[in-house]
């Protein structure tokens, strides 16, 4: 018994993880039924899927029944055995099938001589996508352990179908060929796919000797000396390019083994003294240090090897990306590329870059994002059939179409055009104030995690409403010192000295943690240790950081500070003791009065809303933290897709929860803004907007867009739909009044998903 159930276990195990890597939507399913069928040891296994439009059930792979009736056999919910499965939503088993009052004869389909038959729901996220079934010719009843097996199958299954599913719809639909890649950047490109693929590689070069030892050695330096030059042009230019301050570095592990005399000398001592050719000498150099580098566990070291190494033997055999010849621009489709081969690739002739490795991805595709051009990485996408063809690469929903039918290349030029006129009209409004047609002004702020150094970014906005202290923490070796903290905050500060910053105490624990501040945590850590729970048990780490913040603060006196995930009066209580504590120190040490930081409440944890007279009476403002806010009002993470629908602001329970919040803290006499996701949100915004809020905080690529819509609506119009809001039963009513309003309002292309994008990204 034992045994079967682990044997079942391994089989399910085994069948998920080798349909995972399936990259059509035919394989998955084939592949899907074969494994089932050899697995639960039957005769056939057929898995049908209802239509998009959820009218029948159609056969899409079977391993039993006759091929030829893929894609033909249709039946309705309701009809036939697997049509009373899909009707059910229940498991069916018989002994006796064809007995069975709903069975429905179907000719040509093969399905005569099996006898029993068991029949599972695929439901993803409560929706039916169709319907699973083992036959056997033997009439016998599955017992319970093979019900469980194709139970916990077809649950394990369904989200795999229903990403597939959509795929192949589309591609039908489409009628050309999509892959879904892992990485994406950028916008859309549509271009000619040209495929670069170096005759000799790393991984292919092989050891030949020479006797010319000179001229290898020649060779050798020459190629590393031109290297050089082009690494550091190919690093201004992207110094010139690119708009991200990460962008700087990416060129580091390379450069340090550029740099490297002990590469030089070893690549000659193998030249010298074993008679290799240059790229032979390098491939041995470069396979010791790869060795060493996995010995110590350092992976990263590892591929910034493998790609210098590779690049110097492209070289060294005269090939390069920059040799091919463009004079239009073009999808470049490799399958792996080391981070400077994009570089140094003729930007203004790259429209777009699709990269089948995900070996260089984390590098390659930094970089790439960095440079604007669209980008899909990790896409299991074959080269020889897409060299030559027009290809549509989807950056932002990280997906690749070739040879997409004139109609789906029409509908994403117009995507573009519809993007590009999006981005000048946000664009224009880049400088302007959030005031309403009503002449009502909403403030937008800036949620900032690290500095920004754009110049005219204070003039963006209207100050900061959330900067992520931890975000600064997370990227440190060892936890920042109190001078160190000091420098931090008083760059942003003196940044933006004519308007608030809002700065938030240390937020970790949870999904946020410091490589040297181990939390040791239940399993629960949502709901466990983190916040201003770690802070408050650690006052050291908390001391330093209000003491850093307060000093910073000295000169320009516009700093507030925050507190993460409160959930009792208490923590308040303790911070604001240290705070004082702290300032009346600095200014002994000083020996003159300092401005004095507001202190401000996340309301994050719905507890709260109870308590917020006596928080009023501790704190000077309030903020919501919509993102937690949310989950912990619906008890649903945040960072969980099976959930996602339930994580919704748009549901009654929330809109009423956001309103009684504001209500509350007006009578309260103290602000209340909302720094959360939705504040970015189009429609979240204009909800919060409706229900009377007027500070909304945002990611840097949101606030244009919102500036925008805040420009296009009345405010009061909106209050009066915040009202009927309230009145009404569900989330799609409430969701589509907004919708219905930006339609209204001109805005429907600016509230669409498919325009989505940041605002700095290039068409
Ligand atoms: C929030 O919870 O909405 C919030 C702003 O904080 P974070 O996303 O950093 O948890
Ligand atoms: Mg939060």
């Known amino acids: 018994m034992a045994d079967k159930q682990n044997s079942i276990?391994?089989?399910?195990?085994?069948?998920?993880?080798?349909?995972?890597?399936?990259?059509?939507?035919?394989?998955?399913?084939?592949?899907?039924?074969?494994k089932i069928r050899k697995a639960a040891n039957c005769d056939c296994c057929s898995l049908y899927l209802l239509n998009s439009r959820k009218t029948f059930l159609c056969l899409e792979a079977t391993d039993g029944l006759q091929k030829e009736s893929i894609g033909k056999v249709m039946l309705q919910v309701g009809e036939g055995l697997v049509g009373l499965v899909a009707k059910k939503q229940e498991l069916l088993n018989l002994a006796d099938a064809p007995s069975h009052p709903n069975f429905k004869y179907l000719p040509d389909v093969g399905e005569d001589e099996f006898m029993s038959f068991l029949g599972a729901p695929v439901i993803n996220q409560g929706e039916l996508l169709g319907v699973l079934v083992i036959q056997s010719k033997e009439s016998r009843q599955f017992d319970a352990q093979e019900e469980t097996f194709l139970i916990t199958l077809s649950a394990q299954i369904a989200s795999i179908i229903a990403q597939n599913k959509s795929v192949k719809e589309n591609t039908v639909e489409y009628n050309g060929k999509r892959y879904?890649?892992?990485?994406?950047?950028?916008?859309?490109a549509i271009a000619q796919a040209v495929v670069w693929k170096p005759p000799v590689t790393f991984e292919t070069a092989t050891i030949m000797y020479s006797d010319d030892k000179e001229i290898q050695s020649e060779l050798f330096h020459q190629t590393l000396f031109q290297l050089q030059t082009e690494m550091d042009l190919a690093n201004l230019r992207l110094q010139e390019t690119s708009h991200n301050t990460a962008s700087s570095g990416y060129m580091s592990g390379y450069g340090s083994l550029l740099d490297d005399t002990t590469f030089e000398d070893e690549v000659d001592s193998e030249i010298f003294n074993q008679g290799f050719v240059a790229t032979s000498a390098i491939k041995v150099v470069a396979q010791r240090r790869i060795d060493k580098a996995n010995d110590e566990n350092h992976p990263d070291k590892v591929s910034d090897i493998r790609d210098f190494a590779s690049i110097l033997i492209s070289r060294l055999v005269h090939l390069s990306p920059s040799d091919t010849d463009l004079t239009v621009p073009i999808v470049i489709v490799v399958k792996s590329m080391p981070a400077a081969l994009v570089a140094e690739m003729p930007h203004n002739k790259v429209a777009g870059f699709v990269c089948v490795d995900n070996a260089t991805s984390s590098h390659t595709a930094i970089l790439a994002r960095d440079l604007g051009i669209p980008a899909v990485i990790d896409v299991n996408i074959d080269l020889d059939e897409v060299d030559g063809k027009t290809i549509i690469v989807d950056g932002q929903n990280a997906e690749v179409i070739v040879e997409?039918?004139?109609s789906v290349v029409d509908e994403y030029m117009q995507l573009i055009s519809q993007r590009r006129e999006l981005h000048d009209l946000f664009e224009a409004v880049k400088f302007e104030k959030a005031i309403s047609q009503d002449g009502k002004r909403i403030t937008v702020q800036l949620n900032a995690g690290l500095s920004h150094e754009d110049d005219d970014l204070a003039q963006q906005t209207d100050g900061i409403g959330l900067y992520r202290t931890e975000i600064a923490f997370m990227l440190s070796n060892t936890l920042p010192t109190e001078e160190q903290q000091i420098s931090?905050?008083?760059?942003?500060?003196?940044q933006f000295k004519d308007l608030p910053v809002c700065m938030r105490t240390l937020d970790i624990g949870g999904d946020k943690l410091l490589p040297y501040l181990p939390i040791e945590d239940s399993q629960n850590s949502a709901l466990g240790w983190r916040g201003i729970r770690v802070c408050i048990d650690q006052p050291n780490i908390l001391k330093s950081q209000l003491r850093a913040m307060i000093k910073a603060n000295i000169d320009t006196g516009n700093l507030d500070i925050m507190l993460p995930m409160i959930s009792r009066l208490e923590e308040v209580l303790i911070v604001k003791r240290i705070l004082n504590e702290s300032y009346n120190e600095i200014v002994e040490e000083l020996g003159h009065e300092i401005p004095r930081p507001r202190l401000g409440v996340m309301i994050e944890v719905p507890c709260v809303a109870f308590i917020l007279d006596e928080l009023a009476a501790e704190c000077d403002f309030f903020s919501i933290g919509s993102n937690d806010l949310i989950q912990y009002l619906f008890a649903a993470d945040r960072t969980n897709q099976k959930v996602s629908k339930i994580f919704d602001p748009f549901n009654p329970a929330a809109v009423r929860c956001l309103k009684y919040l504001k209500d509350k803290c007006d009578a309260t006499g103290k602000s209340i803004a909302v720094c959360g996701e939705q504040a970015g949100s189009t429609t979240g915004s204009m909800l919060l907007m409706s229900l009377g809020y007027e500070n909304l905080s945002m990611n840097y690529s949101q606030i244009a867009r919102i500036k925008y819509i805040v420009r296009n609506i009345n405010l009061e119009e909106l209050q009066e739909i915040g009202r009927t809001a309230l009145t009404l039963n569900s989330s799609a009513k409430i969701k589509s009044l907004y919708v219905e309003y930006a339609k209204q309002k001109g805005l429907s292309t600016v509230i669409d998903p498919k325009n989505f994008i940041d605002v700095d990204d290039r068409s």
Not at 9 to 34: A, N, P, Q, Y
Not at 180 to 188: F, M, N, P
Not at 488 to 494: P, R
């Open 180 to 188: 879904k890649g892992k990485t994406g950047s950028g916008s859309i």
């Open 9 to 34: 276990l391994l089989s399910l195990r085994e069948i998920i993880e080798e349909v995972s890597t399936k990259s059509s939507f035919e394989d998955t399913v084939t592949t899907l039924v074969e």
């Open 404 to 406: 997409p039918s004139s």
């Open 488 to 494: 931090w905050y008083k760059g942003l500060l003196t």
